[in-house]
């Protein structure tokens, strides 16, 4: 008999306007999925103010959800209760961890919250992780590419990323991405690529990340 060899369809993306597209990370051949929502205004309100005092965050904990999915982060950016909208955007997080417990049944959650003035990950990369929940929920968004922009050979070398803006996609603040990565059971070699925006130092950014711990 001939040896047959399978052919690996390229990953695919998927969008919604509602978070019910996120439920399609869980679907093979998808690496991708982002609800391309618009934050309400007293949240972004919120996040354009705090970044407008030029002052450094940086905050992570790991959170346990109840039975019910409910999540407690009293110190989350407790230092700038005193801004309107704070409660309504640590209600917008609480959810965020709600949902992507439900979705991954996750016991424990990694959240960070950062503000950001140059690209953490400048080169574009694959994360090695499972999944990951990213939303920057002001200024510039993360950047990423669809299949065979980029070679995954050469990924972290500057001479091999592309350069034509047509072949670089963006995300839009308020939006939340769920990046698949390569310790997805299945998803080896198929992590999405993606970097930071090479923003400019006076332009900052405020960054919500989930990560599944167990």
């Known amino acids: 008999m001939l040896a047959r060899q399978l052919v690996r369809e390229s990953p695919r993306q998927v969008f919604g306007d509602t978070p019910a597209v996120l439920g399609d990370a869980l679907t093979d051949g998808v690496n991708l999925t982002v609800w391309r929502r618009q934050l309400p205004s ?23 959800p109840d039975a019910h999915g409910a999540s407690h982060m009293p110190t989350l950016a407790a230092a700038y209760q005193g801004i309107a909208g704070h409660a309504g955007f640590i209600a917008d997080v609480a959810w965020l961890v709600r949902a992507f417990s439900f979705l991954l049944d996750a016991r424990r959650i990694g959240v960070r919250l950062r503000v950001l003035d140059k690209s953490m990950c400048p080169r574009f990369h694959v994360d090695h992780v499972p999944l990951r929940l990213i939303t920057t929920y002001a200024g510039a968004a993360s950047e990423w590419l669809r299949e065979d922009a980029m070679s995954r050979r050469r990924l972290g070398e500057a001479a091999a990323e592309p350069f034509d803006a047509a072949l670089i996609e963006q995300l839009n603040a308020g939006e939340v991405a769920l990046f698949k990565g390569e310790k997805w059971q299945g998803n080896e070699g198929a992590g999405i690529i993606h970097r930071s925006p090479l923003a400019a130092p006076d332009k900052k950014r405020l960054i919500l990340t989930l990560d599944w711990l167990a």
């Open 42 to 64: 007293h949240i972004a309100d919120f996040a354009h103010t705090l970044l407008a005092l030029d002052e450094p965050l940086a905050e992570s904990l790991t959170v346990e």
